[in-house]
């Protein structure tokens, strides 16, 4: 399941992976984001937020995903992950390639610091 808020004030999309992503799980947040984006031109951040990455469930989960960050990678100013996972290192230098957005590695704990620098 992918949990998501968007936090108005602060244009921070904030997405709490706690099982493996389905298709359906990007159905909601892709509506939520574009009118978030048609209201207000773009999102400062996204915040990445999960002890560890919990992959994906299928080939379509995969595909939902990739789908939506070609949607809206150019909507987005930074991207911040606050995990302890193994896999980040590996994801954050792959995100890189995918967006124009600078892309940083928090520690989990270390959500405030996450949040405070996706604000910009």
Do not use: C, N
Not at 41 to 55: E, I, Q
Not at 85 to 90: E, L, T
Request: zero cysteines; aromatic letters at 12%.
């Amino acid at each position: 399941m992918l949990d998501y808020s968007i936090l108005e004030p602060e244009g921070v999309l904030v997405l709490k992976p706690d099982a493996p992503l389905k298709q359906e799980d990007f159905t909601g947040l892709s509506e939520a984001v574009g009118a978030y984006i048609a209201k207000h031109g773009k999102l400062h951040g996204v915040l990445v937020y999960a002890k560890k990455f919990p992959g994906w469930e299928d080939l379509s989960g995969f595909s939902a995903h990739m789908h939506f960050v070609r949607e809206h990678r150019t909507k987005v100013a930074r991207i911040a992950a606050a995990t302890d996972s193994i896999v980040a290192d590996v994801v954050e230098s792959i995100v890189k390639y995918f967006t124009p957005a600078e892309v940083r590695r928090f520690h989990f704990a270390e959500f405030d610091e996450a949040l405070a620098w996706v604000k910009i």
